[in-house]
């Protein structure tokens, strides 16, 4: 059974969906991805994590639009689901350029809202840091965002702990996005601190990703699974959870089955041997 996290006082499932391939896929197939969120939400996902870059190159805001479709009528259920989406960073054809000036986040905002079919985001991030633009400034236009009622929760994605600091020296920062995975753990020390300070921090590619095409898991974590009659990938976000209270995996799927996988890592529970043996071979 999937557990519980937070971000501040609003509880979600300690396992988020994560839309971008089924937007930036070549084989893309908007049916099974509508079927595979309210699959999802029924097996108790409560966070739903995409951003406006994830889109196809003839559509401005494909991956929001087909999660509003998925979402609408589930009646009482679809207020308890989460949508976290991202701006300032966008798809012009086959590039992905970064805009993190207060504008075009204002833009990007009002786009997003529009697409979900809300009035107000529920979590809404800084997507990329723009070198061209001081973080504090695109942050506190977050913040005014969230002072006029347009945001509810504000994050910040792809930051350095030093980034993060300047984010949240001028506003109050309710999430962290950032790559994290047994193959990416340099973030460790970085997300167990924000869950010191009541931060969320939502791991993108928690099983490695595009970096498993080149690199493969430590391989404890496959002598573990084997011992233990589960998934490498059960494991893995085993150890996730494991090492700090804040991480919330950001699972990306495509089918049911890779889901359903996922969601029974919950019953997967790492004594504190095995939480050592694996943490220790990430290093």
């Not at 097996?43 to 870059?53: E, K, M, N, P």
């Not at 496959?222 to 209270?245: D, F, H, Y």
Request: hydrophobic content about 45%; proline content about 4%; glycine content about 8%.
């Amino acid at each position: 059974m999937i557990g519980q996290r937070a971000i501040r006082e609003r509880g979600v499932s300690s396992m988020g969906l994560g839309g971008a391939r089924w937007s930036l896929s070549s084989a893309r197939d908007d049916e099974q991805s509508v079927r595979l969120i309210r699959h999802a939400v029924a097996q108790g996902i409560s966070l739903i994590d995409t951003a406006r870059a994830y889109t196809t190159s003839d559509r401005s805001a494909h991956n929001e639009e087909l999660i509003a479709r998925a979402l609408r009528g589930l009646g009482s259920a679809r207020d308890d689901v989460m949508v976290a989406t991202k701006g300032g960073h966008y798809r012009r054809g086959a590039d992905f350029p970064v805009d993190g000036s207060p504008a075009a986040l204002r833009r990007d905002c009002a786009a997003s809202a529009a697409a979900l079919g809300v009035e107000r985001l529920d979590l809404y991030f800084l997507h990329h840091p723009d070198p061209a633009v001081p973080i504090e400034e695109s942050v506190g236009a977050l913040d005014e965002l969230r002072a006029e009622g347009r945001v509810r929760y504000v994050g910040v994605s792809n930051v350095t702990p030093l980034l993060y600091a300047r984010a949240s020296a001028v506003a109050r920062v309710d999430a962290v996005e950032n790559e994290f995975s047994p193959l990416a753990a340099a973030d460790l020390r970085f997300a167990a601190s924000l869950a010191q300070e009541g931060v969320a921090y939502l791991a993108y590619s928690p099983l490695g990703g595009g970096r498993r095409r080149t690199a493969t898991i430590p391989r404890d974590f496959e002598l573990i699974a084997a011992a233990r009659g589960v998934s490498t990938e059960q494991i893995a976000l085993a150890w996730e959870w494991a090492v700090s209270p804040g991480i919330i995996p950001i699972i990306g799927a495509g089918r049911t089955a890779t889901l359903d996988d996922c969601i029974d890592a919950a019953d997967v529970v790492l004594s504190e041997r095995e939480l050592a043996q694996l943490t220790l071979s990430v290093g």
